[in-house]
Every structure is written in C-alpha cells, then in structure tokens.
C-alpha cells in the first residue's frame, strides 16, 4: 500500500513540476500586463527615447550593420513585449539590459516608448543581403514562416510575432542563428522546431529573402 501511494504520488507532482519549470514564451503577466494596459502617451515616449538614440538612431531605423534592429513602425506589443523580456532575463541582450534598466523606469515608460515608435515611419533603406539567396529563401519562407510573421512580413501584433519587413538583413540573420541555436531564450517554441534543421545556408537564404520586403504599415 505504501509502495502505490509512493508511486501515485510521484505520477501526480512530476507533470507539475514539469510544467512549473517550462516558460510560456507569451505569457501576459508582470510588466508586460502592465504596459500593455497602460495607455501609452507618443509625446511621452518620443522624450523617452532620447538615450536609446545612440544606437537605434534618432528616426529608429537601426544600422545596416545589424548591431540594431530597425525598431520604428514596430507593433508596440512586440516591442513591450521584447524589453520587459530582456528586463525580466527572458531575454539574452546584455547591451541593452543598461539602457532599460537604468533609463526605462516604468512599465508605463515602456507603453510610451512602444506607442511612440510604432507610430514612426519605416524607410526601405534597410540593409539588404547579397540576394543570392532570395529564390531559396522565398521558398522556405512560403512553407514555414508566413503562419506567423504574414506573407508580406508584416507580423500579428496580438500573437506577438514581429514585423520583419525592412528589418537589416545582418539584424535578421544573427537573430535567426540566435533562434535555432537557444541563445534568444525569449523565442517561440514553434519558431524553435521549425528551424532546428536549418542549414546555416537555409537561415541566409531566409533572411535575405525577408530583407527584401518593403515596409508595411503596422
């Protein structure tokens, strides 16, 4: 009798456990609960933003480089959801953690700044790839990312996937690597298994056919 207890106890705490120590990569809670009740003021945000400048740029168009993203006319969700990841360490971006910790005070701050560059124009000056690797890219992206970041790029804003329209192509290519290889953390599961097989020749190939998109307005 003790031997069963002992074994039905075991059966019922192990899928808890399991379930305690795996994260749900969208679940709305804490900070991002917060921000995204808030009414986010642009006006508010666009003061905000004034340290993030140095590296994003003044107009949020990144650098071609890929050390930063283009984040204007990013879904203000996607963008909430992105720094209350890296502040909460969801998220791996030790260049940022200083900036969002030491200057974005508030989840009330994070709803501006998010409003605030949502609203900003996307230019198609974006960092392209070599555009070899378009006819490929087009390929896959067709079978396995359009569900989720749309057939233009534009995202879904509700489900948190990000627009990757006139996103840099270096910016699109170190995140996808980041991606397949668990470095992000923050990442969708869906997203993980979809890429695991990839080819490091796939996620060029991917990412230079989503550099080629135009901007889409959020």
Not at 67 to 96: C, E, F, W
Not at 173 to 185: P, Q, T, W
């Amino acid at each position: 009798m003790k031997h069963f207890l002992a074994t039905l106890t075991l059966a019922l705490t192990l899928p808890l456990a399991a379930t305690a120590q795996t994260p749900v990569w969208n679940e709305i809670k804490g900070e991002l609960k917060l921000a995204l009740e808030a009414k986010g003021d642009a006006q508010r945000g666009k003061s905000a933003f004034g340290p993030c400048e140095g590296c994003h740029r003044a107009d949020a168009s990144g650098r071609i480089s890929g050390a930063y993203p283009r984040i204007s006319g990013q879904h203000a969700n996607v963008l909430m959801k992105q720094i209350t990841d890296i502040r909460g360490g969801r998220r791996a971006n030790p260049k940022m953690e200083p900036f969002i910790d030491d200057h974005v005070l508030t989840p009330f701050d994070i709803a501006d700044i998010a409003v605030y560059l949502q609203a900003l124009p996307v230019s198609a000056t974006n960092g392209k790839g070599p555009g070899t690797g378009v006819e490929r890219g087009k390929q896959l992206y067709e079978k396995d990312c359009t569900t989720c970041h749309g057939a233009k790029g534009e995202g879904d804003a509700a489900k948190f996937y990000p627009m990757v329209a006139a996103q840099h192509y270096k910016y699109l290519l170190r995140e996808v690597k980041f991606i397949r290889d668990g470095d992000r953390r923050n990442s969708n599961p869906d997203m993980v298994n979809v890429i695991k097989p990839y080819s490091t020749a796939d996620l060029e190939a991917v990412a230079d056919y989503m550099a080629q998109f135009k901007p889409v307005a959020p």
